[in-house]
């Protein structure tokens, strides 16, 4: 059993930064990707960025350049890096662990609102 806990969501203006963080608790966290998914009101839930256990990364062609994925597993925490952020960017972000045999884990979500 994998919990997520995410912080670090917000009001930010356009073009400014804000870093999303997970703490992950649970077996085996280390040996699984990691990564972030967002949801804007009314649209599917979306992948942004993901880590694998060996730290390969990929990102939405839309965040490309301007959101960076960190993993530490250590601490089996994984942050979202993200910078010039537009209001397209509005949304709830959710943490997101990938087992092995593909069984998702989703942290409760925290709001990101991009606005002047």
């Known amino acids: 059993q994998v919990q997520l806990v995410e912080s670090g969501g917000g009001l930010v203006q356009p073009g400014g930064s804000l870093r999303l963080s997970c703490a992950a608790s649970?077996?085996?966290?280390?040996?699984?990707?990691m990564g972030w998914y967002r949801q804007a009101p009314g649209k599917r839930r979306e992948l942004v960025a993901r880590?694998?256990?060996?730290?390969?990364?990929s990102y939405a062609d839309s965040v490309k350049g301007r959101f960076t994925i960190f993993r530490d597993n250590t601490n089996n925490t994984v942050l979202l890096q993200m910078s010039s952020l537009k209001p397209e960017d509005t949304a709830v972000y959710y943490c997101?662990?990938?087992?092995?045999?593909?069984?998702?884990?989703w942290g409760q979500g925290t709001q990101v609102t991009v606005s002047s």
């Open positions: 880590v694998s256990s060996g730290g390969s990364r």
């Open positions: 649970g077996s085996g966290v280390s040996n699984f990707a």
């Open positions: 997101n662990v990938r087992t092995n045999w593909l069984y998702d884990y």
